[in-house]
């Protein structure tokens, strides 16, 4: 059974950093893309950052560049969003999602697995 499952979520203030892990069974992320969205109250469903499978390239929106890092971990079949100098606009339920295709997408109906998401607060 294919399952993504976000942790990490949680507090903070900001300026601060979270980590936000995506744990993925039933399938090998690897081979997968693997998005990062957020919904923040009252707003649509927005791409935040994606790694796409096999070669690893990445993508950033404009409003996270250089703050957000997505890595993967192919032995915890595992897909982190490290966030640093976190803001209060990025308060939001964030979701992980995977796509079996090899390049990132930024919408969607691109991803086929979703997981539950895991809600970030940042205070400021």
């Known amino acids: 059974q294919v399952q993504l499952v976000e942790s990490g979520g949680g507090l903070v203030q900001s300026g601060g950093s979270l980590r936000l892990s995506c744990a993925a069974s039933?399938?090998?992320?690897?081979?997968?893309?693997i998005g990062w969205f957020r919904q923040a109250p009252g707003k649509e469903r927005e791409a935040v950052s994606c790694?796409?499978?096999?070669?690893?390239?990445?993508y950033y929106a404009d409003s996270v560049k250089g703050r957000f890092t997505t890595s993967r971990d192919s032995a915890k079949n595992t897909v982190y969003l490290q966030m640093n100098s976190l803001k209060p606009e990025d308060t939001a339920v964030y979701y992980c999602?995977?796509?079996?295709?090899?390049?990132?997408?930024?919408?969607?109906?691109?991803?086929?697995?979703w997981g539950q998401g895991t809600q970030v607060t940042v205070s400021s």
């Open positions: 999602a995977a796509d079996s295709l090899f390049v990132c997408g930024s919408f969607e109906h691109e991803y086929d697995y």
């Open positions: 790694i796409a499978g096999i070669d690893g390239t990445t």
């Open positions: 039933g399938f090998t992320s690897e081979y997968y893309t």
